[in-house]
């Protein structure tokens, strides 16, 4: 039997199979295809590079966040806010008190 993978070295393994066995067992493939090509000190580098990248990218989206979360409670004044409750309560729109979780109705 031939194995290949593009992943890993190709293997050749001679199977016996008797009659009534219908399981040839296990075939472990433990040579990458990529085995001795980068040294340990690469590897590490371009793991310590990409949680770099990463991180970066993070630190980032926190920041737009932050920016997005500024940016909308800025657009409304508490003045505002307490106009819009108080027309809502008047049109009978205003289900539950403002201080409590207490239906109205």
């Not at 008797?18 to 590490?44: A, K, T, Y």
Request: charged content about 25%.
């Amino acid at each position: 039997m031939q194995i290949y993978s593009r992943y890993f070295n190709s293997i050749t393994k001679t199977v016996s199979v008797n009659s009534g066995m219908n399981n040839i067992g296990i075939i472990e493939i433990f040579e990458p295809n990529c085995q001795n090509r980068f040294s340990q000190e690469e590897v590490d580098k371009l793991v310590q590079q990409i949680t770099s990248e990463k991180d970066e990218i993070i630190l980032a989206k926190d920041q737009q966040i932050q920016q997005l979360n500024a940016s909308i409670a800025s657009m409304y004044t508490q003045g505002y806010l307490d106009q819009v409750i108080l027309e809502a309560k008047k049109r009978g729109e205003l289900k539950y008190h403002i201080s409590k979780e207490v239906k109205l109705n």
